[in-house]
Each structure stands twice: as structure tokens, then as C-alpha cells.
């Protein structure tokens, strides 16, 4: 059986991400988010509550959409893996960091008090993930229509999209939504009187097509 490294965060950015460019194009967008766990102490009956720091790395557009939309207090969902990475410190130890490398991203929320975070144009809810389109990594752009959402209203990468069908897609950003918005399905009734032809040959939706991981890229 093949091992699983899959990571699923909901949590808000304590603080504004920080962009790193590479030589060659490429760029990682780091962000900190923060996770609380709240119970009852059995002894004391008093409310406690624990918050875990997660150090998260984006690349190329989807860490660029992070950097533009993203700020503290910023409430955010992400998918990714972990993964370890050494480094050597200033007196010369040899130290290892673990962070999250975020393959898809959803903005659950604006920031509060923050102006301009998160635009007024349904950016909030939309899920953004690495989709292969020819270059480097873009980012897949779903609002999904009257699919039933996943994680939270997302979208996650299908394995098998390749075997879906191409229609309705547009190149660039995945889905064009206002494809998928509330069309009528082609034989269904368009009077009042009118029978329905044929429902069962109505084409299959259209699937994204599957996330890619960049490899490493080291800190």
C-alpha cells in the first residue's frame, strides 16, 4: 500500500505574506496560519484553548494570487504536503524546518479591518490550484456552477480528469464560470407542453484538469 502525505489547514494568516523571487521566472509566497483547539478541563471545568503555527510555501501563480488577496487576520483553506527541507544556520549547525507546500487554496473570508484583502467580486469561496496549461504551473480557477462543493465549497484536483470531456473549458483559468451557471440542459422542456427529447444524451460536464506539483525548490 502507498503512503499518503496530504495536509488540510483552516486557519487565518497572522501575518502579510512574504514573496521570495528565483532567477529563473519562479517565486514562493510564504504565509504563517494559525489553528486553535479549544476543550474543557476536566479538573477545573475552565475553557482552554491551544494554537499551532503552520508555516506554508505557494509557488509561481498560485503563491502570486496569495500575495495579492491574502493578509493578516486573512481566513484561509489549503491542501498541500508536508516536507522537510535542511539548512545550515550561522554558527554552521546543520538544522531541519518542516512546512506545508500548498498545492490548492481557497479564501474563506476577509480579513477584519483590513481593506482591499479580499475584493467585492466573489473572489471569497474560490477555489485556486497548480493546473499545467503548457508554461510553468497556473492556477485552475473553479466557481464550480451547480456542482456539489467539496472541502469547504472546493474543488480538489481529479486524478481521472483527462479522460473527461474538453467542452465548455477555456484556456487559462479552467472553467469560465458563467458556462457553468444555471443553463438549461440540452432536451429539457422549453414550453410548457413541450416532452423532454432524448435527457439521456446530454454531454457530460466538464472536468478541470488535474494539479501539478513543482519540485523543490530549495530555501
Do not use: C
Amino acid at each position: 500500500m502507498r503512503g499518503v502525505n496530504k495536509v488540510i489547514i483552516v486557519g487565518n494568516l497572522g501575518s502579510d505574506p512574504e514573496v521570495k523571487q528565483f532567477a529563473n521566472g519562479g517565486s514562493v509566497t510564504r504565509i504563517a496560519v494559525a489553528t486553535s483547539e479549544q476543550w474543557n478541563d476536566k479538573q477545573t471545568g475552565e475553557r482552554r484553548e491551544q494554537t499551532e503555527w503552520h508555516r506554508i510555501s505557494l509557488f509561481n501563480k498560485l503563491g502570486e494570487i496569495a500575495a495579492q488577496y491574502l493578509r493578516k487576520g486573512s481566513q484561509v483553506y489549503i491542501e498541500g504536503s508536508l516536507r522537510t527541507s535542511k539548512y545550515t544556520d550561522q554558527n554552521g549547525v546543520e538544522r531541519y524546518a518542516t512546512e506545508i507546500r500548498a498545492d490548492q487554496m481557497q479564501m474563506l473570508g476577509t480579513a477584519g479591518g483590513v481593506q482591499g484583502g479580499i475584493p467585492n467580486n466573489n473572489t471569497a469561496g474560490t477555489t485556486y490550484q497548480n493546473q499545467p496549461q503548457g508554461g510553468y504551473n497556473q492556477v485552475g480557477y473553479n466557481q464550480g456552477g451547480n456542482q456539489a462543493p467539496n472541502h469547504f465549497g472546493g474543488y480538489p484536483n481529479q486524478n481521472n480528469a483527462q479522460a473527461a470531456p474538453q467542452a465548455g473549458q477555456n484556456a487559462g483559468f479552467g472553467n469560465n464560470p458563467f458556462m457553468n451557471g444555471n443553463q438549461a440542459p440540452q432536451g429539457a422542456n422549453t414550453g410548457n407542453n413541450q416532452p423532454a427529447q432524448n435527457p439521456q444524451q446530454n454531454p457530460a460536464m466538464a472536468m478541470p484538469k488535474p494539479g501539478a506539483v513543482d519540485d523543490d525548490i530549495p530555501f
